[in-house]
């Protein structure tokens, strides 16, 4: 029902819009964002900058993975023909799910930018498709890594996407930061070395776990260090 409404209803009289921001607003949370006006349309803008400090603009490709309504893909500072957006539903260049995109891509990209479905097994599959098509120096860039409270954790928003945090911090020779800002935005940089590792057994742990066992864990930073991250220097 609610992807009827977002396929036929315009957003602005899209109910199921209106519940959600209801619902976001007497959520209570275990932890705060950085409280400084910075969301992952900042990072990833900044990526695409250090991209073309590197190599001529016209080369800087980005691809992102669920698109909805174009809030972060229509902001991208690149020509249309150089970027590509996936999404079943709604928004982007390519209307299909990110599987059946990778599963016929022959495009390399610097910024890649995952937020289609949050789940676990669909934003690990994400993740590990996007190393086979990063260009050297590029970087994937991951919305909702950080969930605040059990209701942020459902598939209306965050998801379990935190899993896939986890098992980042956890792979082999990948460097990964979360900004703690805009729901947590994962800044994952590889090189020829790189292996994601799903850890085991993490696809049944709770929400309580992430609370009590991962979170304090997790390589969480301030805007700050994200964006030295982003440029090179952290
Ligand atoms: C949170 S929204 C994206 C928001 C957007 N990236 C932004 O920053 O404003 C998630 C989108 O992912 C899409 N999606 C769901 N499953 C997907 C899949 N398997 N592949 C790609 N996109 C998917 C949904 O249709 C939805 O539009």
Redesign the pocket.
């Known amino acids: 029902m609610r ?1 009827l409404f ?1 396929l036929f209803v315009p957003l602005i009289l899209n109910p199921y819009y209106y519940i959600k921001k209801i619902k976001k607003k007497s959520i209570k949370n275990f932890f705060e964002y950085d409280s400084k006006p910075y969301n ?2 900042s990072l990833i803008s900044l990526a695409i900058n250090q991209v073309i400090l590197k190599k001529k603009f016209e080369n800087c490709k980005y691809l ?10 229509n902001t991208i500072p690149l020509p249309f023909n150089q970027k590509i ?8 260049t390519h209307r ?6 990778f599963k016929n891509n022959n495009l390399y990209f610097d910024v890649i ?1 995952i ?4 789940t676990y097994e ?1 934003c690990s599959k ?1 993740v590990i498709n996007s190393i086979k098509f990063l260009n050297k120096d590029g970087i994937i860039i991951l ?2 890594m950080l969930p605040r409270s059990k209701t942020e954790e459902t598939q209306e928003f965050s998801g379990d996407v935190w899993k896939v945090a986890v098992d980042l911090s956890k792979s082999k020779n990948i460097e990964f930061v979360i900004a703690n800002v805009d729901q947590g935005v994962g800044l994952v940089k590889i090189n020829e070395n790189s292996i994601y590792l799903r850890q085991n057994g993490i696809q049944d742990k709770n929400f309580e776990d992430y609370k009590n066992l991962y979170y304090k864990n997790l390589p969480s930073v301030n805007i700050e260090k994200a964006l030295e991250f982003v440029k090179g220097n952290l």
Do not use: W, Y
Request: hydrophobic content about 30%; glycine content about 14%; charged content about 30%.
């Open positions: 992807n977002r992952r349309i992102e993975i669920g698109c909805f309504d174009n809030k972060a893909f957006g996936v999404d079943p539903l709604r928004g982007g299909m799910t990110s599987d059946e995109f930018f937020d289609g479905l949050h669909q994400d919305h909702d």
